[in-house]
């Protein structure tokens, strides 16, 4: 999983996500989704409320889903990092096909 904070033209956060085989995207209905468990701080997930997320196979593909980030909860996980991120969006036909944005090196 790989992630940048950069702010668009309406001065919301947006972020370019690393999601092989939709792992972890859940629909909820009415064009609404979680997606979970994401290593990332409270402080960026509480930016990322009003932004856009764009999820991508690879770097090198344009995303294949994403949308308008509503909310976020706080989960406690078995996981290295224990404490992870569950982002809520609104799915945005916009958001599918977008070149991906941030670090391109193997690590992110």
Do not use: P
Request: charge should be neutral; proline fraction near 0%.
């Amino acid at each position: 999983m790989t992630y940048i904070m950069a702010r668009d033209n309406i001065m919301h956060y947006i972020a370019h996500f690393k999601c092989i085989d939709r792992l972890g995207i859940k629909g909820l209905g009415n064009n609404k989704y979680s997606s979970e468990a994401w290593d990332i701080s409270e402080e960026d997930a509480r930016r990322l409320v009003g932004g856009k997320i764009y999820f991508h196979t690879t770097k090198s593909e344009k995303s294949y889903f994403g949308g308008h980030v509503d909310s976020f909860e706080v989960l406690t996980t078995e996981n290295a990092h224990e404490r992870r991120i569950k982002l809520y969006l609104t799915a945005e036909i916009e958001c599918k096909g977008v070149e991906w944005q941030g670090k391109d090196h193997i690590m992110s």
